[in-house]
């Protein structure tokens, strides 16, 4: 056994778990969510963290319960059963990880187009073939190395910061009192005269994709030095500074936007470069379009990994027929066959996400031509608040476990009680959000769920297979 970690260390491995690129590509969406109010969507940055924080302190007891390696699907395989853990494995390979996959290496290319200045590069097309060469890059990389695809993810956590703490700051001595708490028009919408909750809630799940990732923040127990001790701490003093950053950096680089009178919401994905370079020059803007990208590209490195094991974990638990091909290494060590799998619903998203893309760049043309463009492609929802939405189901449903059985086995009232019930209240805010901005919300659930049940008569006929084989 390995030598164990302390809790200094497994704090600093969480934060670099959790703090990702969202915060980055997301701002405009919060924005236009709030129709420009900054006060707002910082109130939404702290009331979100806080919720998490006490999800965090009950997910704390799953993790020292569990007694596999941890993860959701471990949670939810000791608390639901094995075909829940199924069910939770299955999304995460055909729903979860390949959709996040493709809106990440959507977002780097859109950032490598900004920082070399490509004019054409955030047009569908170019975007989507510098996408499809990132994906088959990082891909080719995992193969080849599981060590290097470990240091790339390293490295990119320490760059990442640099921007969030750069823009964060500076925006906190450029504010301004009069920006920070008005309306704006958006579309068609007017302004609003005052806040109210539809508007609160409105931008959380933007949010809430920028925590993503946090629940395998508990795989880390089994190898700390007293996990039950500590592992509660991590999770909540991990919340309050990723909290603290995210909303510093947002309200900074909104700060900045009316400083320069650059409209991120009109300005979208390219805000950050926008401001950075008025900011720092042209040189200072690059350096941190760089920092941006390696953030990007260090989330979707991370997915990547991910991709390689949860259907190798499929196969291994033999739900996957061919499951001997599935689990066996590559000559490099790494799970290159059970990557196929995740590599077939990664081309299907990036088919659904290019054609929705492609679909709305020519509405956009001819609306601007003066022509009633036709509803694009998927109108009504955004691919990318899928996965984090159902995901946040999953995780309501393993505080509903906590709340279960925690109590009986002496956690405490604030661990099994207080806790998840805040928890279940934070991602409810998220659910209630997601329906708010998505208008085929429910459809697209149930085509997960779908998704779902296609997954347990697969399955079924892998687990024929072993009895065959008996």
């Known amino acids: 056994m390995g030598k164990k970690i302390t809790f200094v260390e497994a704090l600093l491995t969480a934060v670099g778990l959790v703090i990702g690129s969202g915060i980055y590509f997301r701002a405009d969406n919060i924005l236009t969510s709030t129709q420009g109010n900054i006060a707002m969507a910082t109130l939404g940055w702290i009331v979100l963290g806080i919720c998490l924080i006490f999800a965090g302190i009950a997910f704390s007891v799953l993790a020292n319960r569990t007694k596999g390696e941890g993860g959701m699907i471990a949670y939810i ?16 390979t055909f729903v979860y990880v390949p959709t996040l996959t493709v809106v990440l290496a959507w977002v780097a290319a859109g950032y490598l187009a900004d920082l070399f200045g490509w004019a054409d590069g955030r047009l569908a097309v170019q975007q989507y073939v510098v996408t499809a060469v990132l994906i088959i890059i990082v891909s080719l990389w995992n193969y080849l190395s599981t060590k290097f695809a470990a240091l790339f993810s390293s490295a990119a956590t320490v760059i990442k910061l640099i921007p969030i703490v750069v823009i964060g700051l500076v925006g906190l001595f450029n504010f301004q009192s009069d920006a920070f708490n008005t309306f704006q028009a958006v579309g068609n919408t007017p302004a609003p005269s005052g806040w109210s909750l539809s508007l609160f809630t409105a931008p959380l799940l933007s949010m809430a994709f920028a925590f993503d990732g946090w629940m395998s923040v508990g795989t880390l127990s089994r190898d700390m030095e007293n996990p039950q001790r500590d592992i509660g701490k991590v999770f909540a003093i991990m919340f309050v500074i990723i909290t603290i950053a995210y909303a510093l950096y947002f309200t900074g680089i909104s700060m900045l936007g009316a400083k320069e009178n650059i409209d991120i919401i009109a300005a979208s994905d390219s805000h950050v470069g926008l401001i950075a370079t008025k900011l720092f020059g ?61 590599l077939i619903a990664i081309v299907l998203w990036f088919i659904m996400y290019f054609a929705q893309a492609l ?88 085509v997960v769920a779908v998704i779902c049940v296609i997954g347990l008569g697969i399955r079924s006929i892998a687990k024929s297979q072993v009895k065959q084989e008996k």
Not at 80 to 91: N, Q
Not at 309 to 315: F, G, T, V
Not at 319 to 337: A, H, I, Q
Not at 432 to 437: D, E, M, R
Request: aromatic share 14%; net charge positive.
């Open 282 to 342: 042209s040189i200072g803007g690059k350096l941190i379009l760089f920092c941006v990208v390696m953030s990007v590209m260090g989330t979707l490195n991370g997915n990547i990994m991910s991709i390689y094991r949860y259907p190798h974990a499929l196969a291994e638990n033999k739900d996957v027929p061919n499951y001997n091909f599935f689990r066996k290494e590559s000559k490099y060590g790494t799970t290159f066959n059970a990557y196929l799998i995740g």
């Open 77 to 92: 395989e000791e608390t639901w059963g094995k075909t829940w853990g199924f069910i939770v494995g299955w999304f995460c």
């Open 359 to 446: 679909s709305k760049q020519n509405a956009a043309v001819g609306l601007a031509e003066g022509v009633e463009p036709t509803k694009y492609f998927m109108a009504g929802i955004a691919f990318d608040d899928i996965p984090i939405v159902s995901m946040g189901l999953v995780v309501i449903l393993s505080l509903i476990a906590v709340m279960k059985w925690g109590s009986k086995e002496g956690y405490g009232t604030l661990k099994t009680i207080i806790a998840p019930i805040i928890g279940i209240i934070g991602y409810l805010f998220i659910v209630v959000s997601f329906f708010q901005t998505n208008k085929l919300a429910l459809p697209y659930l149930l």
